[in-house]
């Protein structure tokens, strides 16, 4: 019985070896995918699908109650150009942000550089002004509402205490804006002082021996290492306090409810009450559509300036 040898010529087998490779890619690739279909299919289901129905809402007129739906184009965003409520909440939304979001990456860079000591009540502390990010919006607006309270409010005792009349902060169209900006800032300032202690950690302790070595002052050691180190981190609080401060809602809506005189109404509270007590939904997404346009360039205003200040 003999058996028959099989060769393989020299053109076969990088043509065997290509297929094979081909094959592994393709494994590859299908595994990949295999992996990131649970997250693409949240991503799509509860991201991308209620955006896209949100500006297919805004070019309707579109009753949140009952069946009523009719196209209508651009007629909601035509209808926004005139509409002096949506300017005014505009206003309000800007001006909260634009005071808010500065005021919050400060006070964070303040307290990192602080808390920044490994000692043991360094981390106590750094617990304790954290612990306020985590309370939900209805807690943090029910302590401060009592402590600004004009009767027995902590504040108005001690007014009192030093013989001045106490302010009803809440009511007052001059200092309601600034209350609420100030509990923001008591609810938020915890994550962006998280994140410059992280920048923190990153900066090799070598460059502060060296500005030792060389007696540089404290300002100058901030100055010239500390803060340029930080530059990265800086943006990306800017840009997450400023976005998370163009959408405030709960603030305004449990502690002055808009007022007084509309004066601390955010675009949000606008959404809000156009779509559940007028039922103009249609009208409702337009407004959130032009949040989001909003919230969406000043992210990309940011970083286009960081990128050209590191090139």
């Known amino acids: 019985m003999s058996v028959q040898a099989t060769s393989v010529t020299p053109a076969q087998a990088p043509e065997a070896g290509s297929r094979n490779g081909s094959l592994a890619r393709h494994r590859n690739a299908l595994s990949g995918y295999a992996f990131l279909a649970p997250f ?32 209508i184009g651009f007629l909601n965003y035509v209808e926004l150009w005139d ?3 949506f300017w005014e909440a505009l206003k309000r939304t800007l001006q909260f942000a634009a005071m808010t979001a500065p005021a919050a990456t400060l006070l964070g860079l303040v307290l990192a550089l602080a808390l920044q000591k490994p000692l043991r009540i360094y981390a106590a502390l750094r ?8 309370f939900s919006v209805t807690v943090v607006t029910l302590v ?32 309601a804006m600034p209350a609420l900006m100030v ?23 070598e460059v502060y021996e060296a500005a030792r070595l060389d007696k540089a002052s404290r300002w100058a050691v901030l100055r010239h290492i500390t803060l ?17 401060h163009l959408q405030v809602f709960g603030q305004p809506l449990l502690m002055t409810r808009g007022g007084p005189a509309n004066s601390t109404r955010p675009l949000v509270q606008l959404i809000y009450e156009t779509s559940f007590r007028d039922w103009r939904s249609g009208y409702a997404s337009a407004i959130s559509t032009v949040l989001f346009v909003l919230m969406f360039g000043v992210a990309l205003l940011q970083f286009r300036l960081s990128r050209q200040e590191g090139e």
């Open 83 to 85: 509409d002096p409520y």
């Open 144 to 175: 401060w509402a009592m402590v600004l309270n004009p009767d027995r409010g902590l504040i108005a005792n001690g007014l009192r205490a030093v013989g001045l009349a106490p302010i009803a902060f809440l009511a007052d169209k001059d200092w």
């Open 127 to 134: 617990a304790v002004f954290f612990a306020s990010n985590i």
């Open 228 to 244: 340029p180190a930080l530059a990265r981190t800086t943006l990306l609080v800017v840009v997450l306090q400023t976005v998370m």
């Open 183 to 205: 509990t923001s800032l008591w609810w938020t300032a915890g994550l962006p002082m998280a994140l410059f202690l992280a920048g923190l950690q990153q900066i090799p302790p």
């Open 40 to 71: 693409l299919l949240f991503y799509g289901v509860f991201l991308l699908y209620p955006f896209a129905l949100g500006l297919w809402m805004s070019l309707h007129d579109w009753e949140i109650v009952g069946d009523f739906r009719e196209y």
